[in-house]
């Protein structure tokens, strides 16, 4: 019977994208530091996300789909390339504006396997991935032809000019006083600094909507990649949404994200693309919880961003394409690793010659069916050769072979989440039933269930093979920083932020 379905969805792929018809379009949107729990699809009752939710309504959303890694450019790298960030050497922590290191560029985005197809590919938003010396990690040299946006997340820089509507209201928080204000780039240029965050996604969404207009009008596929800010802290809105939401300052910059997202379906429509179009909805990683009501929300899920428990790296996700996804919701598990795969996989491009951590959804996406993916492997923002990985999901279950909180998690009742919670190895293993019990209340015993030893023997069989297959690429992060690679209008600026108004 699987067979005949396999035999099917080939025939029916092969229908759809021969060369008679038009290559699929793709548009992935990547919120940030948004939590399980942050949208009124799965189940928040004061956001004001309609867009998000249509998506999810008439789309397949999922309710075990993981991110990489429990922070920003880990988890951006795992998305562009399906493989893990300890392969691609962007470990441990995240890029700063003066990092030497970036995502390096041996390493394959989608944008680089579509653009052989005669994609056109464009980037808008939060990059995160380096900016190096003469901007040669900025996505112009990762395989995409356009990119506005701002090359790291926007609290490292000064804050003076990270104000809410009115004006004179300034947004909640601190930044990093030390390094240049933020600058808004187009490609490798500074266009902005700083940034205005006011009319900042109003030029994103005008950004994203004439790409769309143009490639169609020239015939062009196309690959869109929008990582938004906006519920990363401190979080801004313009006027069109601040004050809007009954969530304060994160449910008003969420709408304001929102909005963008019903900008570019309503372009996708209006252009008539929209049933030839994959558009892929995640976020980066959990909320960052030690912001309070600032920070997101994981839901009924443990802890949140910086940790390998669930609430650190199990993210909402929907996947909408009319006339071939089905409107449901899926259990089956599934990773932003599995974005390029899948992607791949639909264009007919080819893959690339390193060994990758995705696979391809297709069948999930395309008949709801089962996924290859066997397991999730859970990485700590700070992974190591000495430690390997710390946790495992086989199926419904998941066994952690080490714990530590995180201080982006702290402020929470739950004391396992805290920076207090120092490393801690488990033997035997901490298991959980994440079906039964998806806020990891309660282990598991062996004492209870001795039938379990089965299990956990081949969780750890399965451990081993991954390990195995495991070479640490060189530390992108370990490279240092260098102040003189600060983006920054007047170059070699001092004192800092002195180069700010451009």
């Known amino acids: 019977m699987a067979s005949i379905r396999v035999v099917v969805l080939n025939l029916f792929l092969h229908f759809c994208f021969s060369s008679s018809a038009s290559p699929p379009n793709f548009v992935v949107l990547f919120a940030d530091d948004l939590g399980f729990g942050d949208l009124g699809c799965y189940g928040h009752p004061t956001s004001l996300t309609p867009n998000l ?107 003076q000019n990270l104000t809410c509507f009115p004006p004179d209201v300034k947004c909640f928080g601190l930044c990093n006083i030390g390094s240049v204000s933020v600058p808004l780039m187009h490609n490798d240029v500074i266009m902005q600094q700083p940034a205005n965050f006011l009319y900042l996604e109003r030029a994103y969404s005008e950004f994203a909507t004439d790409f769309i207009i143009k490639s169609t009008k020239n015939k062009q596929p196309f690959f869109l990649y929008y990582p938004s800010h906006h519920t990363h802290y401190p979080q801004y809105a313009g006027p069109g949404a601040a004050g809007r939401s009954l969530r304060g300052p994160f449910g008003d910059a969420l709408l304001e994200f929102d909005s963008t997202v019903g900008d570019i ?49 199990r993210e909402p996700a929907v996947a909408y394409w009319p006339g071939t996804i089905k409107p449901g919701v899926t259990h089956e598990l599934a990773s932003t690793l599995d974005i390029l795969p899948t992607i791949a996989s639909l264009a007919g491009a080819k893959l690339p010659q390193v060994l990758l951590d995705g696979v391809d959804m297709t069948e999930v996406l395309v008949n709801q069916g089962k996924s290859k993916r066997e397991t999730i492997i859970f990485y700590p923002t700070f ?102 690679l600060e983006p920054c209008c007047t170059p070699l600026c001092n004192p800092k932020p002195s180069c700010r108004w451009c």
């Not at 939060?126 to 040669?136: A, D, E, I, S, T």
């Not at 030839?276 to 600032?294: A, H, I, K, Y």
């Not at 279950?397 to 702290?410: L, M, N």
């Not at 929470?412 to 019990?437: W, Y």
């Open 383 to 484: 992974p190591s050769k000495m430690y390997g990985l710390f946790a495992l999901r086989f199926g419904k279950y998941k066994a952690h072979f080490y714990t530590q909180g995180a201080r982006q998690s702290g402020t929470t009742p739950d004391q396992d989440c805290h920076d207090s919670a120092t490393l801690k190895a488990h033997d035997p293993r901490l298991l959980f039933n994440m079906e039964t019990d998806s806020s990891q209340f309660y282990p598991l015993s062996l004492k209870v269930s001795p039938d379990l030893q089965v299990l956990l023997d081949r969780i750890m069989k399965l451990k081993k093979q991954f390990n195995a297959s495991m070479v640490f690429g060189e530390s992108q992060m370990n490279k240092g920083k260098d102040p003189k």
């Open 53 to 159: 939710d249509r998506l999810a309504a008439r789309g397949l959303r999922f309710t075990d789909f993981y991110c990489s890694s429990p922070v920003c450019s880990p988890s951006r790298a795992s998305l562009l390339t399906g493989r893990y960030q300890t392969r691609s050497g962007v470990y441990p922590g995240v890029f700063y504006p003066d990092s030497i290191g970036g995502l390096p560029l041996n390493e394959t985005t989608i944008a680089e396997i579509l653009k052989p197809l005669g994609y056109a590919t464009a980037a808008v938003g939060k990059w995160h991935l380096g900016v190096g010396p003469n901007g040669m990690f900025l996505p112009t040299n990762q395989g995409f032809d356009e990119y506005l946006g701002i090359p790291y997340s926007h609290d490292q820089g000064p804050c």
């Open 265 to 313: 379906l309503s372009t996708l429509e209006q252009m008539g693309v929209i049933n030839n179009t994959l558009v892929f909805f995640t976020s980066d990683n959990g909320p960052e919880l030690m912001r309070m009501s600032r920070g997101g929300n994981a839901g009924l899920l443990k802890c949140g961003k910086g940790t390998t428990y669930d609430g650190g790296m």
